[in-house]
């Protein structure tokens, strides 16, 4: 049994990060040790929201410390819900929570490095903008053992713009500082998750699951994927969150390569990350390049099911 890892999720709580969160709730392999949600796909205050509304609905036997992260200010960008919906999470019927306990995410960030004992990973699954202010910390960066991003474009055009992907382009930045903070990190960029793509089918099996935590998931797919612009074309859902945590659990679907990258943050290229030769290799980002889709999403469904399917 391969030991537990310590995480902690950072968030802009959209549909496809709740799919991220439920699957690292529901691996043994993985616990939470904190959330910190942030502005990005909906503003701060309903990722917030969303945070709790998430963990009501799946009820975990023990709820993450929750931090309240930071939003962007920068002109001329937009949020995500014409892929999330006016919620973030496609409209599923989930009430908020009764209570929620915040901490400002300085707080959540050194209380998890502290739990974790040197060894937190942290998994940013939206913009860079709270993860980047944390690392300005020194206390905060020499405590974290590895950061997995989800973010940037390398070969594949962008989300958003023709050369951005959408966390990268909302604080370009941020995700330019984060790289060159000089801590492991592992980035999962378009080019690989524009390939793991769940339809009604993967949501019916979600929905007829025992697990409660599959069934909540369920509603919160179906919902992204009737949106009318829903990100993968109708009836279908890309999920690029999740696959940054399947990179942890199963890292022999994957390629990845060493490579320096340059994120452009300013102009009408903001947010597009350009591959380059040099750098130390010690201090360079991991790029994830390919993944085995099929093999990805049948693990993702039995982990978030608790069970075994025969395929």
């Known amino acids: 049994m391969n030991p537990v890892l310590p995480m902690l999720i950072d968030t802009d709580m959209g549909v496809d990060d709740a799919a991220a969160v439920v699957l690292a709730l529901q691996s043994p392999l993985l616990k939470i ?8 796909n909906v503003s701060l205050d309903q990722a917030e929201v969303n945070v709790g509304r998430l963990l009501r609905g799946v009820a975990p036997p023990r709820w993450p ?51 974790a004992g040197g060894k937190l990973h942290v998994v940013a699954i939206g913009p860079l903008t709270t993860l980047a202010a944390a690392l300005r910390e020194a206390d905060v960066a020499s405590g974290i053992a590895h950061i997995h991003v989800m973010g940037g474009a390398v070969w594949s ?3 958003v713009t ?18 060159a903070a000089g801590r492991p990190i592992t980035v999962t960029p378009l080019d690989v998750t524009r390939t793991v793509v769940v339809d009604e089918s993967h949501v019916a099996r979600l929905a007829a699951s025992a697990s409660k935590p599959a069934r909540v998931l369920a509603e919160i797919l179906a919902g992204g994927i009737r949106l009318p612009h829903a990100d ?27 490579m320096k990258l340059e994120i452009v943050t300013h102009g009408d290229k903001a947010g597009q990350s350009k591959p380059r ?22 693990n993702f469904l039995e982990t978030v099911c608790g069970e075994r399917f025969v395929v």
């Open 277 to 298: 030769l040099g750098g130390d290799p010690s201090r360079l980002p991991d790029v994830l390049t390919r993944v085995s889709a099929a093999d990805f999403l049948e």
């Open 33 to 40: 040790e904190a959330i910190v949600a942030t502005g990005g």
């Open 157 to 159: 055009p962008g989300n």
């Open 65 to 115: 410390p929750i931090g309240r992260g930071l939003d962007q200010q920068r002109d001329g960008i937009e949020r995500a819900h014409h892929v999330h919906g006016d919620d973030g999470l496609g409209g599923a019927n989930l009430p908020p929570a009764e209570s929620l306990s915040v901490e400002p995410f300085l707080d959540i960030y050194r209380r998890a490095i502290a739990a």
């Open 162 to 179: 023709p050369h951005a992907e959408f966390n990268f382009h909302r604080d370009p930045q941020a995700a330019a500082d984060t790289l």
């Open 232 to 258: 993968g074309g109708p009836g279908r859902m890309l999920q690029h969150d999740p696959v940054a945590i399947g990179a942890i659990l199963w890292p022999d679907q994957f390629v990845r390569v060493r």
